[in-house]
């Protein structure tokens, strides 16, 4: 089964609004990433942050991580009509897994 | 835009047909990835590649089969297409464990 639940699982507001999306997992992770994908092409990643880590930016994203929970909350502030894709979050788990397993992703819709 | 290519963008072929999808990459990473998506989004890895000689099965069982003679060659073969194998096939590379994959623009197989 799949590491990652973004949670929910589309989400529709207006440009201007910022959008949380949320990730859950399950085993432990070195990392976990978010990636954005726009219709019919390939994905883009976004952020990393590490399992020591807690909070990072890239702009207007924000990316947080609470390994005690294990979850994960991306932060997209000010959106805009680009904004609208869809996002994945994906982790890479401990241990020395060469493989990145990918969330079921979200859909978001930034209405102009 | 990365320098990960897959070719053909859109297949659509006949049931039994042999097909290979490629996918190269021109950033000399050693990790490969393929994952084949859901029309509802969901990403499932099905085959990987640690660097020449090495392919292992993801997490999704696939009929089909992979090579890596090459760094930066990664083809994707199916012996004899179904139906059921109607997906996108999105291939992806990275420079080493536990960092950001870079993804192909994804080939849209239709099988008839």
């Known amino acids: 089964s799949q590491q990652g639940e973004e949670d929910p699982q589309a989400l529709s507001i207006q440009e201007g609004e910022n959008a949380t999306m949320n990730c859950s997992y399950k085993t432990s992770i070195n990392n976990l990433q978010w990636y954005r994908q726009n219709s019919g092409r390939g994905l883009v990643h976004l952020i990393l942050?590490?399992?020591?880590?807690r909070e990072k930016h890239s702009g207007r994203l924000r990316v947080t991580l609470d390994t005690s929970k294990k979850s994960s909350s991306l932060l997209i502030t000010a959106s805009r009509a680009a904004d609208t894709a869809s996002y994945f979050c994906a982790t890479a788990a401990q241990g020395g897994s060469e493989k990145l397993v990918f969330g079921k992703g979200m859909k978001l819709t930034v209405n102009p | 835009e990365a320098d990960i290519y897959q070719t053909p963008r859109y297949l659509v072929i006949g049931t039994g047909k042999k097909i290979t999808l490629e996918c190269s990459q021109t950033?000399?990473?050693?990790?490969m990835y393929w994952y084949q998506q859901d029309p509802g989004m969901e990403l499932h890895l099905i085959h990987y590649s640690y660097g020449v000689n090495s392919t292992e099965k993801g997490d999704l069982s696939s009929e089909s089969t992979v090579s890596r003679i090459r760094t930066e060659h990664f083809p994707l073969t199916l012996e004899s297409a179904r139906p059921s194998h109607t997906s996108q096939y999105l291939c992806?590379?990275?420079?080493?464990?536990?960092?950001?994959?870079?993804f192909g623009q994804g080939t849209r197989l239709t099988v008839v």
């Open positions: 950033m000399g990473h050693d990790k």
């Open positions: 942050i590490r399992s020591n880590e």
């Open positions: 992806a590379s990275s420079p080493a464990m536990n960092t950001e994959a870079f």
